[in-house]
Nanobody
């Protein structure tokens, strides 16, 4: 069983930065592709960014491209989301998620769909004040 634990959320002013971390445990990190999603009050969960184990796909939602950076550290079994130039509309609970690579090929479409993911973290709140 995979466990995902997010950290790094908080309150920040518009224009500021935060770095979210997601600690992965329970299985072999290099056999999982990783994603970040977010959910604002009253809205559906939406894709933010994803990264494959081989780094051949690094993908972003249009709303965050150029401001957010996803990365992963193999030895630390951790995936990060560096968020810069934050806007009030970035306010949401941010979730880390994992897709197993075993027995399947994963493309951008799969990585962008929340229903594709096998495991989820509990979420971390990000609030951007104007």
């Amino acid at each position: 069983q995979v466990q995902l634990v997010e950290s790094g959320g908080g309150l920040v002013q518009a224009g500021g930065s935060l770095r979210l971390s997601c600690a992965f445990s329970g299985r072999t990190f290099s056999t999982y592709n990783m994603g970040w999603f977010r959910q604002a009050p009253g809205k559906e969960r939406e894709f933010v960014a994803a990264i494959t184990w081989s780094l051949d796909i690094i993908d972003y939602a249009d709303s965050v491209r150029g401001r957010f950076t996803i990365s992963r550290d193999g030895p630390k079994n951790t995936v990060y989301l560096q968020m810069s130039t934050l806007k009030p509309e970035d306010t949401a609970v941010y979730y880390c998620a994992a897709i197993s690579t075993l027995g399947r090929t994963v493309g951008r479409g799969t990585l962008r769909s929340a229903t594709s993911y096998d495991y989820w973290g509990q979420g971390t709140q990000v609030t951007v004040s104007s």
